[in-house]
């Protein structure tokens, strides 16, 4: 039932990006050839006025076709015939979707909820960051070595990204406070199965504006992680061989969902796992490179800067070739991340 579940909310984003860009196109006059949902051979597909509307078989794609994207074409309402404008509105519109969606599932998610800010409320007996010169209760993180710190998690998250000695900025009595070169470092403590920092967080907000604050740091957050994932990834500290594709992303759905108490909480999950797919996707989509919109975006500026020193449009077809030699790319990776999903799954 989970993995059912996961493949329809995998479709859904992949729909709500496409009706980004489909919504954007309609609404600058862009003509649109086909909106399609999923790959594949088509299961139901009817045309309307000029756009072909399609469901296929495989939830791991779709697309917004529209006149002139990757050629010339005498249209007058062909895409590449439009200002740079509408076409930057246009090829952002999906990315934008895929946003705004995740943040409303989170937000439905929060609604009604109590959050935790990173305020310390108190300290653990014998911690020795505790002082005057040091932390106190009452302080709230705000910094920890320039990233910002919206929840206690963070807090544990960028120490250990750490060597131990930090630069650490908190808010007391309305104040920034900054503390450069802390040493802070995990200590045992007497009941504790583990080493800890030594602090306690305790102190609850609610209502909209709660709500509403937390929601967005949380969208916020997991645009944060997704860039962090990167340069890890650049940095070799993570491989490609730890990439997941959809086959992935569908198996760890289904592993939140049992590993949940109760059905409710199972979708529950699963929905805020999704919302962190979806943010996931609009920021992958704008990186700058051939075949996904960050890669058009590019090449809007780029187009638009030969234009200026040779006084001659850039011909389409051009941009289309390189597009598609990254699409080709894409799918190679797409191949590559399946292989590497399916062998996890089979030797878990």
Not at 218 to 231: E, I, M, P
Request: hydrophobic share 50%; net charge negative.
């Amino acid at each position: 039932m989970y993995i059912i579940f996961a493949i329809l909310i995998f479709g859904i984003l992949i729909a709500v990006h496409e009706l980004g860009h489909f919504i954007a196109a309609k609404s600058l006059g862009v003509k649109v050839l086909e909106f399609s949902i999923g790959m594949g051979p088509a299961i139901f597909k009817k045309q309307r006025g000029e756009t072909l509307y399609a469901l296929r078989w495989l939830p791991i794609g779709g697309y917004c076709a529209m006149e002139g994207e990757d050629e010339e074409t005498g249209d007058p309402r062909a895409f590449s015939r439009q200002a740079a404008w509408k076409r930057f509105v246009v090829l952002v519109a999906g990315s934008a979707m895929n946003f705004i969606f995740g943040f409303l599932v989170i937000l439905l998610i929060f609604a009604g909820g109590t959050f935790t800010p990173p305020t310390v409320t108190g300290f653990m007996d014998g911690c020795p960051y505790e002082g005057e010169t040091a932390l106190m209760a009452g302080d709230t993180f705000y910094e920890i070595d320039g990233y910002r710190i919206y929840f206690s998690s963070n807090i544990t998250q960028f120490l250990e990204r750490g060597d131990g000695t930090y630069d650490i900025t908190v808010i007391r009595n309305g104040e920034k406070v900054a503390f450069d070169d802390f040493y802070l470092v995990p200590r045992d403590y007497e009941g504790q199965t583990s080493p800890m920092y030594g602090f306690y967080f305790g102190t609850s907000e609610s209502g909209v504006g709660a709500t509403l604050k937390y929601s967005w740091y949380n969208a916020v957050d997991f645009v944060r992680n997704v860039w962090l994932a990167l340069s890890d990834l650049v940095a070799g500290a993570i491989g490609v061989n730890q990439l997941s594709g959809p086959v992935g992303i569908v198996g760890m759905m289904n592993t939140v969902g049992q590993s949940s108490r109760t059905i409710g909480m199972a979708i529950e999950n699963i929905a805020y796992f999704g919302a962190f797919i979806a943010i996931n996707l609009a920021v992958m989509n704008l990186l700058p490179l051939p075949a996904l919109d960050g890669g058009r975006i590019f090449f809007l500026f780029v187009n638009r800067l030969i234009e200026l020193i040779t006084k001659r449009k850039v011909n389409p077809k051009y941009e289309g070739y390189i597009h598609a030699a990254g699409m080709a790319l894409l799918l190679g990776l797409m191949v590559f991340v399946m292989y590497n999903d399916i062998v996890r799954l089979i030797t878990a």
